[in-house]
């Protein structure tokens, strides 16, 4: 090593300060795969990867399957480090233990920790997470940044005080700016859950709410919309769709939509029909049918089966197993590795330039 490299290196009061070719902090990124293969796909761009470390922020409108994706991911987290603790921070007190239930996940490893107040969520969850080690499985989920006051808010109800609060989106911001690092270099997935709101432009965008801070501090944000699924008359559920407003992974503007029932919960299989059609594994012979192809000869194979038929782990166990369905995936929605001119040619560039 070059010596002034190597003085330069250890000098420092930074206990995790590395050369950047062997920082722990950039090497192969641990994912978190959840049972539902398009939620994978929206967190890394991949069936076979799924939540990571960071901060993922999850927005919507009201009964939009918000807080029950963050309990998937939790049970996910939770099944694959059997040692692993909750740390639930709770605005809401929506989430009983019968919703956990569900999803067959262990109460007895879940922190319940009620919030008041932003500035009380500051203070607590800086203290919890000092005593958090790397290595430590920790995951961390807020229930809803939304719906939290700030302490300026609480005091101006009790004091009978109707001046707009403008703390709100600053103490958000500080929150966020101080526990993000720690989600990195402690290798902490923290899940939050927020709401969104329409703004006021000509064309009115759907935005997530509490100002900046959050937006630039996480790693993803995803925007859930929905829309009524009938049969005849009658609502049998819902589909949504995962918007993708912010990615480390994923391209953003992407979609990813799914389907929850009324009578038979989230399908898991749903959303990954039109990219099997994509990836050349699935052929539409006609509308509402379909029938899988052999991979090896590109021959439609098997019976014509309507989409219900689909959802079945026979149907898809081989699909999802096959590499060109996953490669199919990541070439339509992962973010490259590396830096790629996004300009068309050398005109586009001077334009920039001069602009």
Not at 298 to 323: C, S
Request: net charge negative.
């Amino acid at each position: 090593m070059n010596e002034l490299l190597s003085r330069l290196a250890k000098a420092g009061s930074v206990k995790h300060s590395a050369i950047l070719a062997d920082s722990k902090f950039f090497g192969e990124r641990e994912f978190c795969p959840t049972e539902v293969p398009i939620l994978n796909a929206a967190f890394s761009g991949s069936v076979k990867g799924g939540l990571s470390s960071g901060l993922t922020f999850i927005a919507g409108e009201s009964k939009s399957f918000k807080t029950l994706l963050g309990l998937l991911c939790m049970k996910a987290y939770m099944t694959k480090h059997p040692e692993a603790v909750v740390m639930f921070f709770d605005t809401e007190y929506g989430s009983t233990p019968a919703y956990f239930g569900q999803f067959g996940i262990d109460t007895k490893r879940i922190i319940h920790i009620p919030i008041e107040h932003i500035e009380e969520l500051k203070f607590d969850i800086v203290k919890r997470l000092e005593q958090v080690k790397r290595g430590d499985k920790v995951f961390v989920f807020i229930d809803s940044i939304g719906n939290i006051a700030s302490k300026k808010e609480v005091e101006d109800a009790l004091n009978e005080n109707v001046a707009a609060d403008m703390t709100r989106a600053k103490a958000l911001k500080s929150l966020f700016r101080i526990i993000t690092p720690t989600f990195t270099t402690k290798d902490i997935p923290c899940v939050a859950i927020n709401h969104t709101y329409k703004t006021q432009e000509f064309i009115s965008k759907t935005v997530m709410s509490g100002g900046t801070g959050g937006m630039y501090s996480a790693n993803a944000v995803f925007i859930i919309t929905k829309a009524q699924e009938k049969e005849g008359t009658e609502l049998t559920g819902y589909k949504f769709t995962i918007n993708i407003e912010k990615s480390r992974f994923v391209k953003e503007k992407s979609k990813f939509p799914f389907m929850v029932s009324y009578k038979k919960g989230i399908n898991k299989w749903s959303g990954l029909l039109d990219l099997a059609i994509g990836a050349g594994l699935v052929f539409k012979p006609k509308k509402g049918y379909y029938q899988k192809v052999d991979p090896e000869t590109g021959e439609v194979i098997g019976e014509e089966l309507k989409e219900k038929k689909t959802n079945t782990p026979e149907f898809w166990a081989d699909i999802l197993d096959n590499p060109k369905f996953d490669e199919y995936i990541m070439n339509t929605y992962k973010l490259g590795d590396t830096i790629e001119d996004d300009f068309e040619d050398e005109e586009d560039l001077e334009l920039s330039e001069e602009e």
